[in-house]
């Protein structure tokens, strides 16, 4: 194989070497591999890599590759982990991969590491000569499970560019928005005594009921406070999706636990949001002699926005044909935007092809996307705006 191999060789090589990330340590792998692949191919097309393991977790890292020097400059970013799969369920091999139906089939096609192939191959067609600011390209760990990697790159200020293109699973339209995720965990803790006689405990349940209410006219607040009809669902969301509490009829139960999931618009700002929910179940439950206490179950990621005006949005916009528009999920951009680089999310996959069986990308984008990314490095890279 020669080396950069070509596309689908890429490709293959990078579904074929597996690197599922997930909270549960029984799945959970290094992305190491993959991150040795796309250091080898780049290193031979005269990028200087570098390979930046993750604190958190030594057996993952993060690349950075670059080609060319300057203040601005492109970043093309992917995360290099997966979701786990359904065993059992594929029609195909999710760690081979298979060209059928028009489709290229595999763990990793849509969502996204074959985006980092297609980088490399749009990346592939410069030399260093050309490039008046530097093209970067960006391989992370653990976006599907913690987003430590990102986090990692943000803690060490890496990389520096003004603009970035994350090849997540757009349809190949362009996204400059998402709302955040918080979720976290609400336990109430009372007292437990015998149910014939109320003054022998404190229930916690009766405090959660005190706690549900405030979630609730909290909820009916934030969505009367933020709005932002960019996104198909314009007001914040707070679910209840968990809760546990008690465990017989004839007991005061001294333990409840609350489990919400909070999706902020951009703008709402992570920390405040979860300084004015313990202020607030803290008074709910004032004078109760009820224990209150609220974790997050993982660290929270924030909203994404990029400015409608930002010449990466314009850019994107013209060249699919398409407005910027918000998406339903997560991504590593508000990291990128926090580096002060104009990230827009814009990738080949379908994202009602990830995380599912037979996950596919069609071979009708590839084209596509390679151009459309080659016309994003000259204007960026090449012929810079000034
Ligand atoms: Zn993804």
Not at 20 to 26: E, L, R, V, Y
Not at 99 to 118: I, P, V
Not at 218 to 233: G, S
Request: with cysteine; aromatic share 6%.
């Amino acid at each position: 194989m020669q080396n950069p191999p070509n596309l689908l060789d890429m490709i293959n090589a990078l579904i074929s070497t597996p690197s599922i990330s997930s909270a549960n340590p029984d799945y959970d792998q290094s992305n190491r591999p993959v991150i040795n692949l796309l250091a080898n191919w780049l290193n031979e097309l005269g990028y200087q890599t570098e390979i930046l393991t993750l604190d958190s977790q030594p057996d993952k890292a993060n690349l950075v590759a670059t080609l060319g020097r300057g203040p601005g400059g492109l970043v093309l970013a992917g995360h290099t982990d997966t979701v786990p799969y359904d065993e059992g369920r594929w029609n195909y091999d999710p760690f081979q991969l298979t060209r059928a139906n028009g489709r290229l089939y595999g763990l990793g096609t849509s969502d996204m590491k074959a985006f980092l192939a297609l980088a490399i191959e749009a990346a592939a067609f410069f030399s260093v000569a050309q490039l008046k600011e530097p093209l970067i390209l960006v391989a992370t760990a653990d976006e599907e499970s913690s987003m430590d990697g990102a986090r990692a790159l943000l803690a060490a200020q890496r990389p520096q560019a003004r603009y970035a293109v994350i090849g997540e699973p757009t349809g190949l339209r362009p996204v400059r928005m998402h709302k955040g995720i918080l979720m976290e965990s609400i336990h109430v803790r009372g007292r437990s005594g015998h149910s014939s006689d109320p003054a022998l405990g404190n229930s916690a349940l009766e405090g959660m009921v005190k706690v549900l209410s405030e979630l609730l006219d909290w909820r009916r607040e934030l969505q009367a406070q933020h709005m932002n009809p960019l996104f198909d669902i314009p007001v914040p969301t707070l679910n209840l999706g968990y809760i546990h509490g008690g465990d017989n009829p004839n007991r005061i139960c001294a333990d409840c636990e609350l489990h919400i999931d909070l999706r902020p618009l951009p703008g709402m700002e992570i920390g405040a949001l979860r300084e004015a929910l313990q202020n607030r179940l803290r008074i709910a439950v004032e004078n109760s002699g009820l224990e209150l206490s609220c974790h997050p179950l993982f660290e929270a990621t924030p909203a994404m926005e990029t400015a409608a005006t930002s010449a990466i949005v314009h850019s994107t916009e013209e060249l699919t044909g398409y407005r910027a528009t918000s998406a339903a999920f997560c991504t590593e951009g508000p990291y990128f935007n926090q580096l002060g680089i104009d990230t827009v999310v814009l990738g080949p996959g379908d994202i009602d092809q990830a995380h599912q069986p037979d996950e596919y990308l069609a071979e009708d984008r590839i084209t596509p996307t390679v151009e459309l990314l080659r016309k994003l490095i000259h204007r960026f890279c090449v012929n810079p705006p000034t």
